[in-house]
Structure formats: C-alpha cells, structure tokens
C-alpha cells in the first residue's frame, strides 16, 4: 500500500507534507507555540492536515533549542513569515491557495502576520487565517529555558520586558500589550479556544470576536465545553472537523458548508 501522506522539500525553509497525488493542493503554513520547532507537533499536525488532502509546511521560527529543548521565541523577524508564505503559494505542489494557521504563540504569529502584511500593503494576503488558543495582545518573549532552570517557579510564560516579534528589524508597535491589530486583515478568520484554558484565557478569543464583528470583518469562533489550552482526544477531533471544514470553505471551495 503507498502511503498516504509523502514529503516535499521546500527550498530554503524545510519539509513540506502532502497527498501522494501529484496536485496541486491547496496549503496551509503551520506556526508552532512555545513548545518549539523541533519539538514535533507542528509536524503532527502537517501530516494530519494532509492526510485531509492539504500541502502542509511547518514552519520553524523559535531561536535555538532541539528535540529536547523548545528554544525561545524572541526578536523573531515576522517578515521571515512573509517570505515563507510566498515561498509556499509559489511552490510547484502548491496551487497558489495558502492559508496561516497557529497554536497558542503560533496563533499570535498568526494574526501579526496577516494583519502587518495588510497594515503594510503586502499582497497576496494569506487567503484564510485559523488560530487555536490566541492571545489578543502582543505577548513578550519567551525562553523554554525559564521552565527547567532550578529555582524557576513554574509560571513565568513570557517576559514582558523583552519582544518575542520584530518587523523588518523593528519592534516598533510590536510592545508587549499592545492590541494585535486584526481589523486590519479583510480575510476570513477562524477562533478556537477551550472554555477551560487555564494558559490563554478564552475570553482572549471572544474579545478578538468581537471586535473583528464591530470591524464588519469575518470571522468564525468556536469554543470548546470541557477543553484546556490542548484539546484532548475528543475535543481534537471536534476541533480538526471544524477546521478542515472552515479551510474547505475558504481553499477549496468544495460543497461541504462551513459549520
């Protein structure tokens, strides 16, 4: 039996996954959390996503780190991102359809991606946006290293002192608390958060709901009864049909209706 999912190379950034069929597909860039590049489940998720028929890349940014350890996310030059998606959209595989999708620290690239790029006249824009667990305010940086080196109390998440994003080499605007400015990307947009996150608060994505419905910009949010700031099993699955039905809807245009 041939396998179901095979790998590509994206030259200059890394591996992309895929059907077997010679597509083109439809893609998505992956952007992982604080749990790093190297940590694996961005990967997970690339290969889950296409299994379901996408061109998945996930895309590395945390500085530093291996497979034991997650890195930081700190003074990350977003335009990297940029490049990255246009890498992508041009990619043989890829048939020009790209969508962002991040987790947690991945979700804030995310939206600061999209929405810089359209602040700034950058076109294509990303032709969807998906986030699970996002913050709605710029978040300072983060070092895996504050959770393993003793002494450490266990709950430091990011140091609002230091920036996690640059943008063309510049942190202006990009202050840790300041507001992610999503009104500005005229994309659609879906929110995912577990009712019970205890690590991203989920009335961060009600709040960003709601203002992308006062900008008049669309926007798609669920919320997940009994969940954390991982999902588990069941909440997975759940969150996954969502998903591929809002990346359906918006990349494929195939005659499955978004919920």
């Not at 940029?82 to 991945?106: H, I, K, M, P, Q």
Request: aromatic residues 8%.
């Amino acid at each position: 039996m041939p396998p179901a999912v095979i790998r590509r190379l994206l030259p200059d950034f890394g591996t992309t996954y895929g059907p077997p069929k010679d597509g083109p597909f439809p893609a998505v860039l992956l952007l992982h959390g604080s749990e790093g590049a190297m940590s694996g489940w961005s990967h997970r998720t690339a290969a889950i996503l296409a299994a379901s028929g996408f061109l998945a890349y996930p895309h590395g940014y945390s500085k530093g780190g291996n497979a034991w350890n997650a890195g930081a996310i700190a003074d990350v030059e977003l335009t990297r991102t940029v490049e990255a998606l246009t890498a992508l959209r041009n990619f043989d595989a890829c048939d020009g359809r790209v969508a962002l999708y991040g987790v947690s620290r991945g979700a804030e690239h995310a939206l600061l991606v999209a929405s810089l790029m359209a602040q700034h006249g950058l076109s294509p824009l990303p032709d969807a946006v998906a986030c699970l667990a996002a913050p709605d305010v710029v978040c300072g940086a983060f070092d895996a290293r504050s959770f393993r080196d003793p002494g450490d109390p266990g709950w430091q998440a990011w140091d609002p002192a230091k920036r996690a994003w640059l943008w063309n080499g510049s942190g202006d605007g990009l202050l840790p608390t300041s507001p992610i400015p999503v009104e500005a990307y005229p994309g659609p947009l879906f929110l995912a958060a577990g009712v019970e996150d205890r690590t991203w608060s989920p009335e961060m994505s009600r709040r960003l709901e709601a203002r992308r419905k006062a900008a008049k910009q669309h926007v798609t949010a669920h919320y997940y009864d009994s969940e954390g700031h991982v999902p588990g099993s069941d909440g997975e699955n759940e969150h996954h049909r969502l998903l591929m039905s809002f990346l359906d809807t918006y990349l494929t245009n195939t005659d499955r209706a978004e919920p």
